[in-house]
């Protein structure tokens, strides 16, 4: 099991100094506009993958006028209570740690904290570019296998390297392909193992998504979902010389794994193109839970959900039947923001699960 | 920071230039020299001044030397025939406070990144390979930092050396120092016992790769 007791915040956004008591399993955090609910639950984020799930800089988080932050959560993780700690310093270096313990590389800490978050700019994983898909498999994949963050760490290095020797290609005039061929090695095998990887699961994630979609959307329709990847086609160092010439005149790398996507059509025409606001709704929640589902296979124990805003635009219904799934038959600790605290308290008495609430 | 003379601030400032150096410490370390014997104030900054302008690069491994040829190519109790090849000048000093190497040494400059502007062209990889084609090299020892760009510099030199005809008859051997260290780690933080087991460790290239 996997919990968080207590969250405690120092100049983190809007927060000066601020403790949470969190021991139930489904917390409810309330309050208006702009009270502080997701950057609660973003402080939670932080926790989970040492990151902001808005922001890439961390300086963007830190209280406006001061210098540095500190998050604190005291986490019940097996029955073992453990102290995490992410702190930024005044020189803009951030450190984390387990009771004390900090890490060499934060890529050490993904996954021991599963968590899933649905937020509502989430809807951008379907109608967004093919770079949304990609960031929440490899993000889901990082939380499953070290070993696949580590490659997808390796091959996105590598390809920063090849793009820069291209460019310097083109501006220098010379072209030491020998240095070409030598990147292309480091590249393949990291190219390769993310590929295969990404692969492999896919055969089992895409229909548990389609089945909860079907679930959800309680229609029959057709929906089909599949990997797309030049490697499926050719290998990789095949897909790798024949686009070298056009990598030379472009400048960038035309072929690998980072051109990825997962596509998603109704019928023949492509979902993000026709599906209603209430089928993408259906098909991100769909998306979420499938991952919510694998991540409780793979590590034995329910991960963090952390629901943002979800019941705009939702139906009762359809909130009763949101909630009963991630609460009820999901075993995990659930945060879950809202603006009315009297629908929500509702909710959750309906649902007859012991829960805490904060009121912001 | 505001001083009375003018002559105190300029000598702060310069300090404050040096790297991990702030105002304070510049102050500080400024104030020391003012209690200082004059002669001796003179001495130190002769030492330093003479350091920067009458130090030279060996022209076989590009280590600091005296002369044309550093103390360590110089010494013919040294192996001439394996080369350990370093980063840059620290480095060399970090592997030969483990008193585990006797050969000789070759300073690269860097390691190849062409996302920071540095190609094969900016290190002394052309020295060396004419280098390994001139004098009777049987063994290279790549002691490199374990990170990407390491590995890329290691592929490139085997490639060259690969394709370059090679003067001498016996095959070379190529070697890494083991992995004792962490990947992404830094040689210069290494404990001399991390390092002084990586290099009694070292590995052929080919077992090498980061997988
Ligand atoms: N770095 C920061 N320093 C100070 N305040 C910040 C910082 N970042 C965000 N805030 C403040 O936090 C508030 C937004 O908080 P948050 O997004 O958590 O609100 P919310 O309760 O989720 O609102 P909504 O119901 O609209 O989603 C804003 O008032 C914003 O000014
Ligand atoms: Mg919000
Ligand atoms: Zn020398």
New binding site residues.
Partial sequence: MLRIESLALLQF??YSDRVFKTPERVIGIC??????????L?AIHYLCFTKSYFSRQDA?????GKTGFRIEGQVVLQDKPEKAVCVLRENGKKEFSINGQAYDKFSQHIGRYPCVVIAPDDASLITGSSEERRKFLDSLLSQLDAGYLQQLIVYTKVLQQRNSLLKSFAETGQKDLSLLEVIDQQLIPAGEYVFNKRKEFLVSFLPAVKHAYLDIARQQEELHLFYESELLRAEFPELLRATRQKDLLSQRTATGPHRDDIEISMGKMLFRNIASQGQRKSLLFALKLAEMDVLQQEKHFPPLLLL??VFEKLDEERIANLLEKVCIKNEGQVFI?D?NKERLTLQLEKLGVAFGMIG? | MQFSSSLLENAVNEFAKLPGIGKKTALRLVLHLLKQDPGDVHHFSEVMSRMRSEIKFCQRCFNVADGDICSICANSMRKSEMICIVENIRDVIAIESTQQFNGVYHVLGGVISPLDGIGPDQLTIEALIHRIEKEQTAELIFALNPTIQGDTTIYYIQKKLGTAPSANATPLRITTIARGIAFGGELEYADEMTLARSLQNRLPVDKYVSR
Wanted: charged fraction near 20%; avoid cysteine; proline fraction near 0%.
């Fill in positions: 956004k809007n309050g208006l506009n702009g009270i502080g609910k997701t950057n609660l973003d963007t988080s830190v209280q406006q943002d805003d923001t603006t912001l």
